[in-house]
């Protein structure tokens, strides 16, 4: 059966407690992956893995247990794209599904970003999480547990 992972390290807690119930509801297993400590529920689907600190360790755990036709949910874009090459599905907290058609662009974009970054320039972070973003990522995360239920 598919699963959901996730990149728990930024993921915010109301996006964690959508996943929560989600998991309950639908009995799918949902492993969080970060380098420090992740509170989770009591659940025979509900689980955390902490690696140890380093730059990129959750996503290379990750990428390691991922497998086809698994959820990922995460706002990483260089993650998004290797689990996608795995045959698995990406997802932002934001609720922007990542694919093989938009994935190039959002790398690019990112690419472009940082490199203005380490100009000097400041370029913002992204708006605060709000509730019409909570609304896409849970509309995205129900496609995602009735397709998995067809399959």
């Known amino acids: ?15 964690k407690e959508i996943l929560f119930r989600a998991a309950e509801r639908t009995e799918t297993e949902l492993t969080l992956v ?3 400590y992740v509170r989770v529920p009591p659940s025979q689907y509900i689980r955390a893995v902490q690696v140890t600190s380093g730059f990129d360790v959750a996503d290379n755990e990750i ?3 991922c497998a086809e ?12 794209s290797e689990v996608i090459d795995k ?3 990406a997802l932002n907290p934001r609720g922007e599904k990542y694919s093989k058609a938009n994935i190039r662009a959002r790398l690019n974009m990112r690419d472009f970003m940082e490199t203005l ?3 000097g320039v400041h ?6 999480l709000g509730q019409q973003e909570r609304k896409a990522f849970a509309d995205q995360l129900d496609r995602w547990l009735v397709q998995r239920r067809k399959t």
């Open 87 to 89: 045959g698995a599905t």
């Open 123 to 128: 370029t913002g972070g992204p708006p605060p």
């Open 1 to 15: 059966m598919p699963k959901i992972w996730v990149d728990a390290d930024a993921c915010p807690t109301v996006i």
């Open 69 to 80: 036709g698994d959820l990922i949910i995460t706002a990483d874009i260089p993650l998004a």
């Open 117 to 119: 970054r380490s100009s």
């Open 63 to 65: 990428v390691q247990r």
């Open 34 to 36: 970060a380098n420090q």
